[in-house]
């Protein structure tokens, strides 16, 4: 079987593309584990399916009313719509519905891990990490920090690094440093603070 004759060519972009578009779109906004690519192309067509069902009136009345033939670049508009714009307007219209507080209390969070959860807020935080042999590092996770998400594994970068007192307290930033990296594997806990400066947490809404 040939995929690239024309008439499959239109199968397949008619039942696979929406659906990849719909899967695509909703990787980028809710990160997921990565699937096989016979699983993903299994998705595409349900989603694909999902799409015209719900478009199901909207495409008979365009094609009742012979908007092809009356108004031909309207026809090419809508079904642009149709193919790309609108996977992406389900996928997104489903994870808003997933976070709700109605939906909550039956189905689970999108968001799998702790980890995404509260970094994916990206929110200014004052840090203590405390490591496996019991050492205590303290930093700054501002708007140049970063943290690793789901899938790839749990990483975080503290732009500014302190040291911490006898006390438990932040003592002092440490000199000539860029900040430091942390594998989640050497983690016992993580301390978050919220930061009392109003103007850095606005900055850091927009360290990502």
């Known amino acids: 079987m040939d995929i690239w004759e024309a008439n499959k060519l239109v199968f ?3 039942f696979v593309v929406p659906g990849f578009i719909s899967l695509k779109t909703y990787a980028l906004l809710q990160p997921t584990q ?3 690519s016979s699983q993903q192309v299994i998705d595409a067509v349900a989603y694909s399916s999902v799409n015209y069902a719900l478009l199901l009136v909207p495409m ?3 094609e009742s009313y012979g908007v ?3 108004h031909p670049i309207l026809y090419v508009f809508f079904y642009t719509f149709v193919l790309l714009i609108a996977p ?3 996928a997104c219209g489903f994870l808003w519905l997933r976070k709700t507080e109605i939906l909550q209390r039956s189905i689970a969070h999108p968001t799998g891990k702790p980890w995404d959860f509260v970094f994916s807020k990206r929110v200014c935080y004052w840090i203590v990490v405390t490591l496996n042999d019991g050492r205590q590092i303290g930093g700054y996770y501002g708007r140049h920090s970063f943290a690793s998400s789901n899938p790839s594994p749990e990483q975080i970068y503290l732009e500014k690094c302190w040291v911490i007192g006898e006390g438990g307290g932040f003592d002092r930033e440490r000199s000539n440093t860029a900040g430091v990296i942390i594998l989640a594997k050497d983690i016992v806990t993580l301390e978050l603070y919220h930061v009392d400066f109003p103007e850095e947490d606005e900055n850091c809404e927009q360290a990502k």
């Open 12 to 14: 397949f972009i008619a």
């Open 34 to 36: 990565v699937r096989d």
């Open 60 to 62: 008979y009345l365009v």
């Open 68 to 70: 092809r033939a009356g």
């Open 88 to 90: 992406v307007l389900w």
